[in-house]
T-cell receptor, first 110, second 112 residues
């Protein structure tokens, strides 16, 4: 059965800390790994990774995929209170199938 | 920018009522999805549609049905609402090329 597991489930840090969020996957016919940030409403897209070993960056956020070990990490450096959110990862298998993890709830304290 | 609009942010319904959740996207996407999100369980797929009038069951279709009469609109129907359907419902769309899924703001449904 396809599954995506995220860890930790929740995390509390102070502003300025660096955090690493983990996502492991077992997805049949894997195509891509997606990261989303969810605050109070719609999950918003962060990254899509399809190739192993290539880091994607956007400001203080970066992510990398390891297709051999079947995992991805999302790094956030110099965290800010605005980074507080649920971070979701999903494995894509074909056009219609997206398997989501349960998310990591990040709280950044001022 | 892609916009996925869900008609209601919050809904309160009584047990046994028929409930309609509406979703509209403005990017001519082929694929549309309905998920429910519950604490500790993540996002679970209820139904998806890859074309007008086409639908496929997801992981938890029981108690739900869907309708896609027009490409831009995908409706989720709770035939007879029950308290265990209290949840956050998220609509999403994607095109077949990019794989990127775009979400609506969600409808928080409470069934009393």
């Amino acid at each position: 059965e396809d599954k995506v597991v995220q860890s930790p489930l929740s995390l509390v840090v102070h502003e300025g800390d660096t955090v690493t969020l983990n996502c492991s996957y077992e997805v049949t016919n894997f195509r891509s790994l997606l990261w989303y940030k969810q605050e109070k409403k719609a999950p918003t897209f962060l990254f899509m990774l399809t190739s192993s070993g290539i880091e994607k960056k956007s400001g203080r956020l970066s992510s990398i995929l390891d297709k051999k070990e079947l995992f991805s990490i999302l790094n956030i450096t110099a965290t800010q209170t605005g980074d507080s959110a649920i971070y979701l990862c999903a494995g894509s298998s074909g056009t219609y199938k997206y398997i989501f993890g349960t998310g990591t709830r990040l709280k950044v304290l001022a | 920018d892609v916009k996925v609009t869900q008609s209601s942010r919050y809904l309160v319904k009584r047990t046994g009522e028929k409930v309609f959740l509406e979703c509209v996207q403005d990017m001519d996407h082929e694929n549309m999805f309905w998920y429910r999100q519950d604490p500790g369980l993540g996002l679970r797929l209820i139904y998806f549609s890859y074309d007008v009038k086409m639908k496929e069951k997801g992981d938890i279709p029981e108690g739900y049905s869907v309708s896609r009469e027009k490409k831009e609109r995908f409706s989720l129907i709770l035939e007879s609402a029950s308290t265990n359907q209290t949840s956050m419902y998220l609509c999403a769309s994607s095109d077949s090329e990019s794989q990127r899924v775009h979400f609506g703001n969600g409808t928080r449904l409470t069934v009393t």
